[in-house]
């Protein structure tokens, strides 16, 4: 793993045994480095491509098991969030993709990544093909918000992921409120058992964890129906999600760091870095 | 009113508004404008996003280019229009259309028209352009559309307006012009007629170095070139050489040769610390970080003004600023990774009344929410993380608003040293050259008018931050691959300078022709001197011209070569084969007259109005919390990318719900060391006019305490300055500069804390009919800090109930420029100054008190003094605190200070408010053995700070709540105030 601060690697030399992980990146992209450390933490042998060369020789994805579409404003996010790299991906790269998923190959990705995905229209049922059924809208504060969450892994098929679990992350996004067409659409989410984060109280909050009640601003960001974080596709094996769980790798990027008691054990890393290490765990026995 | 169809664009119209059953984000926002400006009848607002397609197309093509492109199938209704063709309006409303104005920059378009070319739903790259279309239902006079449309929806600057008319330009009339090269006679010109050739041609060159350029071309037997003139005036702009900084100054009968050289620099070269790197003559200034990862790490830091171009155009003048500074740092050396922004700004008073607010200005509202806009959208799409700044508020701002950008880079120590050579392609990268922009450098150099507005549009640049985001990704490896060895960005003075700097020692030969422009038409001169944005020139060895332009590409970044440094010590211009300038390169850069200047300064003669005694300390706190300077600055933070690149450590807002103001904040730039760094700053914006010297002194330790409170070694701080002034051809201004200049010199030497860049703006005046007004002279000094370990990073919240609070450093009657003092209406007094000979010992003992893990806590004490600062510390742990002022060491205090009120309010440098859990308290006490420090009280569980005064009675009494909705409750993120604004003229 190169510095952070150099430019990462387009290329590596092959490591039999560990799971390789692409990060993917374009014009606009701008969190490709700690994503591709967050992935090497977890125990990836990972490299980070220019989404153009991808076009120029689809066959540079084949060795990796784990694809990431990494944050940013992939061409500005003109047009809208995420929509111009989808529209790429969803025109020169879906077959590829969704082979790569049936082979068990892992996809993710995180803020603008999952925006693309969204706007790729890989969340949708496969069968029958027809319009795109959940977008991700203008926050519904009215502006950008960087601030730290609370996730909660709902029941879902996502591999990687196990109900209940909670995770402190950062949020960072202007357009990441979690919107479907009509009820019928979130219905059939959490049936297919695709809803698979979730924004809850965090533990800072005052008043007790859980309940019923709608989860107010600003513990849910952005307004997101039924305070939905992230979602997975039919299979599980792709996930998106809005907060920056790689922004949360080392034991001081949480915001109370320095509240932890003198006499307790020091933090050794930060809540993010599990979610990756599972995720290349799971694609570890994949290969097996 | 009907459509005018004559005017109709030749082109499909698309415009996408939201579905009817979603809100309308933008249409919201600007409702709750039109509220708070008092513009009622509108009931609703929405957004169409209008996009303008060839007419060739088909219409199945239109609406595939819509599915594929346009439209959110989940989100959107679209309605299209054929070429030529009224377009479908919702009924019964008002339509406002918004469109650049032909020439300038639409990256929107820019994209569509790429991913258009690149799909399969076009054939090749074809002519688009984006609108806006409001539509406004309800009763709306025509006078509240037009001020609506001016002021809220459009900057009319750069763009183009229809009210209820259909009216869209499309496509540019592409004027092939053959530029033949034009001679400007001088040397038998009359002064006057000097002076009315350098104002006609906004050239800001005066007398003196009109008549130097006269006689210089008298010996040359011929007159300048048109390029050869306004190279001399690019060059030898205040903005590119500091004329006054390094001209002759004489004061109180000393002559000072070079106030830079003499003052600021001075420090840094008598301090000669070896971990300066490179300091005052490169893009930024370079100081070392981690010497033991790699082959070492260096940091770079740059902070630069952007005051003019956000006066005219706030949101675009800002995101130009951090865009230009961010190139700063890409450009020092063989070029830094950059890895935080920083942002300060000074505005006048949220709620000044609109009928005073001068002609030609936007309300100091108006200018923030700008100026925080175009930080936000810049920098956030960068990729830099936001982290540190602030806001200052006064009314000398009014008319003339700072803006202040600064950049953080890493590099690699090999590539802290750059050189040209003869030979050398010169390559230009990144965005095309266009009119936008044109003479920014020396506009910065004049007052602002009433017309600057109007006249100076071209001045105003269009920032594409993504074009500088891929320039960003090309350079870093280029650089990695050294396939160059010289480089600078293309700031004021555009091509001319970055083109003139790097061959100042050899000299250049460039083909304007070559340069590639966003559309034709434009002049070589306008070619040379334009300032569009996010460009860079880099000195490439031949041989690795064809892998350096490779490099590039493969970012779909532009890579260009239009010219070859020479050693022939000339710079040499062609155009289509013709000779356009020829110049002695020395003349060019060494030419400049020097003429000496009168500076004086004599202070302002106001009686001292003491610090009374106070009915309830209780009230004035809350007030004082909510006032702007005070208040939470948590509405823009959170607006700010702070977390990408995951370095953060510290962050702006800290505490238990993330609502405390941090002094300083801490990144880990590297994951292979331990050590972090400290970003901090001082300023005021009401000491320097009533005593410029103190103000440097404290601003600097103000920087200081920042980043010694978060965990910074006092003695590995690096500080920058950044002054704005008032014109300084008037004595009394460049006086206080002189004044300021030698604080700064006396503070960095005290201190050790070498300045190791910096920038000025002189000429922050501003003329309303008659009258000109000077801002308030405006010191702005950011601090860099080592953290020898990421892990003894601190915080100012408070952490434990039973914890001991310790007050260090002492407290004396320094009201001058305070915050308890304009909120009373009082001014005079002293100005806090720090003690040079007690404070630096201090810092580093309140340093080591972090380093060995004995503090809890650590706040600075700045604006409000101790009172605010302890407001600060419980409500951001959500605790509370019991404090005895009996306890606090008060120095002897003059006729008319109350000492409770000075021990509360006070804003004497040099002090800070320490927890310390009981266990530590005796090794914190030995640790500051020497220095005035006091235990005066205990953090406390029962969620309210209560202090006592000296004399045992009650000071304040208020809960944690009340003390965090006083300083977060009171921003309101609306435009302006509630004030009626006056209508645009018809």
């Keep these: ?288 | 009113m009907p459509p005018t169809t004559a005017t109709l664009p030749r082109a499909w119209r698309v415009e996408v508004f939201r579905d009817a059953q979603r809100d309308d984000p933008e249409g919201t926002h600007v409702q709750s404008v039109l509220a708070s400006l008092g513009i009622d009848g509108a009931k609703s607002v929405r957004l169409g996003r209008g996009y303008l397609l060839p007419a060739e197309l088909q219409r199945s093509e239109v609406e595939g280019i819509i599915t594929g492109l346009l439209a959110d199938p989940v989100l959107d209704r679209v309605r299209i229009s054929e070429p030529e063709c009224p377009p479908e309006t919702s009924t019964g409303c008002h339509r406002v259309l918004v469109a650049k104005k032909p020439g300038v920059t639409d990256a929107v378009a820019q994209t569509l028209a790429r991913a258009l070319e690149t799909s399969s739903l076009s054939a090749e790259r074809p002519e688009v352009a984006t609108f806006q279309a409001w539509e406004f239902e309800g009763d709306l006079a025509p006078t509240d559309l037009q001020t609506i449309a001016r002021r809220i929806l459009a900057n009319p600057v750069i763009e183009d307006v229809a009210i209820d008319l259909e009216h869209l330009s499309y496509g540019l009339g592409s004027v092939e012009v053959d530029h033949q090269r034009v001679e400007v006679p001088l040397r038998d010109k009359s002064d006057e007629e000097l002076m009315r050739i350098s104002q006609e041609g906004t050239l800001s060159l005066n007398l003196v170095e009109m008549q130097t350029i006269a006689e210089h071309y008298r010996e040359q037997g011929r007159d300048p070139s048109a390029c050869e003139l306004e190279t001399l005036a690019q060059t030898w702009s205040e903005h590119c050489q500091h004329k006054t900084f390094r001209g002759r100054i004489e004061m109180d009968g000393e002559l000072i040769d070079n106030l830079l050289k003499t003052t600021i620099a001075a420090a840094t070269f008598e301090l000669d610390k070896p971990w300066c790197i490179s300091v005052f003559h490169d893009n930024a200034g370079i100081i070392e970080f981690e010497p033991d990862v790699d082959d070492g790490w260096d940091l770079a830091f740059k902070v630069e003004t952007h005051n003019h171009p956000s006066a005219i155009d706030p949101y675009g003048g800002a995101g130009t600023g951090i865009g230009g500074v961010i190139r700063d740092i890409l450009g020092v050396g063989l070029g830094a990774k950059p890895i935080a922004n920083t942002d300060a700004f000074f505005v006048g008073p949220p709620d000044l009344p609109m009928d005073q607010v001068p002609k030609g200005t936007m309300h100091p509202k108006r200018i923030l929410n700008g100026v925080v806009a175009g930080v936000r959208d810049y920098g956030n799409r960068m990729g830099i993380p936001t982290v540190s700044g602030g806001v200052w508020f006064d009314k000398g701002y009014v008319g003339n608003p700072l803006v202040y950008a600064g950049t953080v880079g890493i590099l690699p120590r090999s590539c802290a040293t750059k050189s040209v050579e003869p030979g050398d392609i010169i390559l230009t990268v990144g965005g095309r050259t266009g009119r936008d922009g044109i003479h920014g450098a020396t506009f910065s150099s004049t007052e602002l008018h009433e017309e600057s507005e109007v006249l100076s549009a071209a001045a105003v640049q269009i920032g594409d931050p993504i074009t500088e985001k891929k320039v960003l990704d090309g350079l870093l490896r280029a650089r990695d691959a050294r396939l160059y060895r010289g480089i600078t960005d293309c700031g004021a003075g555009g091509l001319s300078s970055a083109v003139g700097e790097m061959g100042a020692e050899c000299g250049a030969e460039v083909h304007l022709e070559k340069v590639p422009l966003k559309y034709p038409g434009l002049s070589p001169e306008e070619i040379w001197i334009s300032e569009a944005q996010e460009r860079m020139v880099l000195a490439v060895p031949p041989e690795s011209l064809e892998a350096c332009i490779a490099t590039f590409e493969a970012e779909a970044v532009e890579a260009t070569a239009i010219g070859t440094f020479t050693d022939t010590g000339r710079l040499t211009l062609h155009y289509q084969g013709r000779e356009m300038a020829d110049m002695d390169m020395h003349f060019l850069h060494e030419g400049t007259p020097r003429p000496t200047r009168q500076a004086e300064w004599t202070p302002p003669e106001i009686e001292d109005p003491g610090a009374p005694a106070l009915d309830d300390a209780s009230t004035v706190l809350l007030d004082l919390l909510a006032r702007p300077g005070i208040a939470s600055k948590e509405w823009i933070t959170r607006q700010y990318d702070h977390e990408v690149q995951g370095m953060r450590v510290v962050g702006p807002n800290t505490g238990v719900h993330m609502d405390g103001p941090s002094d300083g904040v801490v990144l880990r730039p590297l994951p292979e060391s331990q050590k972090a760094i400290a970003l901090g700053a001082g300023a005021s914006a009401t000491m320097g006019r009533l005593d410029p010297k103190s103000m440097a002194m404290a601003c600097i330790d103000e920087a200081l305490r920042n980043v010694v409170a978060a965990g910074g070694d006092p003695t590995r701080t690096a500080i920058l300055d950044n002054f704005s002034w008032g014109n300084c051809d008037k004595p009394d201004r460049l006086g206080a500069l002189v004044l300021a200049s030698k604080g700064c010199y006396e503070a960095a030497m005290a201190y050790e804390t070498p300045f190791i860049s910096g920038k000025d703006s002189l000429n922050n005046d501003y003329r309303v009919g008659d009258e000109t007004l000077s801002i308030p002279p405006t010191l702005y000094i950011s601090s860099l800090s080592i953290v020898p370990d990421v892990r003894r990073a601190m915080t100012m919240d408070a952490k434990q109930a039973g914890n001991r609070l310790y007050l260090v450093g002492s407290t004396g009657a320094d009201f001058g420029g305070s915050e308890l003092h304009a909120y009373l209406g009082l001014d005079g007094g002293r100005v806090p100054c720090p003690d040079l000979a007690t404070a630096p010992h201090l810092f580093q003992a309140v340093h080591s008190t972090l380093a060995k893990g004995l503090v809890r806590a650590c706040h600075d004490l700045s604006e409000g003094g101790l009172a605010v600062a302890l407001a600060e510390t419980c409500l951001a742990g959500r605790l509370g605190a019991s404090v005895d002022l009996a306890r606090l060491p008060l120095d002897e205090l003059p006729e008319g200070y109350h000492p409770d009120t000075s021990a509360l309010f006070s804003e004497s440098c040099s002090r800070f408010l320490i927890e310390v859990s009981p266990d530590n308290a005796a090794s914190f006490e030995a640790a500051l053995e020497g220095h005035v420090y006091a235990h005066i009280g205990d953090v406390s569980n029962d969620g309210h700070l209560c202090v006592r005064g000296a004399g045992g009675s009650d000071l304040i009494n208020l809960s944690v709540e009340d003390l965090a909705h006083a300083f977060t409750g009171t921003h309101d993120s609306s435009a302006a105030p509630a004030q009626r604004v006056a209508p645009e003229g018809s």
């Design chain 1, 1 to 288: 793993m190169q510095s952070p601060t150099m430019s990462p690697p387009e290329t590596s030399s092959h490591t039999p045994r560990r799971p390789r992980a692409l990060v993917l990146r374009t014009s606009g992209t701008n969190c490709e480095t700690e994503t591709a450390r967050a992935l090497e933490l977890g125990g990836a042998q990972t490299d980070v491509l220019h989404f153009n060369r991808v076009l120029e020789s689809p066959e540079l994805l084949d060795p990796y098991g784990i694809w990431v579409f990494a944050g940013g404003f992939s061409y500005g996010d003109d047009l809208a969030a995420g929509r111009v790299w989808g529209m790429e991906l969803r025109t020169q790269l879906r077959e590829q993709l969704r082979a790569h998923v049936q082979r068990g190959g892992l996809a993710l990705g995180v803020c603008n990544g999952f925006q693309v995905l969204v706007e790729s229209g890989i969340f949708e049922p496969s069968e029958p093909a027809g319009e795109r059924s959940v977008a991700l809208y203008s926050n519904a504060s009215n502006q950008y918000e960087c601030r730290w969450v609370e996730l909660e892994s709902a029941d879902c098929c996502c591999p990687w992921l196990e109900a209940g679990e909670r995770m402190p992350v950062p949020v960072a996004h202007a357009e990441g409120r979690f919107v479907v067409r009509d009820d019928t659409v979130m219905e059939r989410l959490v049936a297919g058992r695709q809803v698979a984060l979730r924004y809850v109280r965090p533990s800072w909050a005052d008043g007790s964890a859980g309940g019923t009640e709608p989860l107010p601003y600003p513990y849910n960001p952005n307004g997101a129906v039924g305070d939905v974080a992230g979602i997975c596709d039919p299979s599980g094996r792709v996930l998106g999600l809005m907060p920056h769980p790689e922004r949360n790798l080392d034991p001081w990027n949480h915001p109370h760091w320095t509240r932890q008691e003198p006499s307790a054990a020091p933090r050794d890393v930060g809540e993010g870095l599990a979610f990756y290490r599972r995720m290349v765990e799971v694609a570890e026995s994949a290969l097996v």
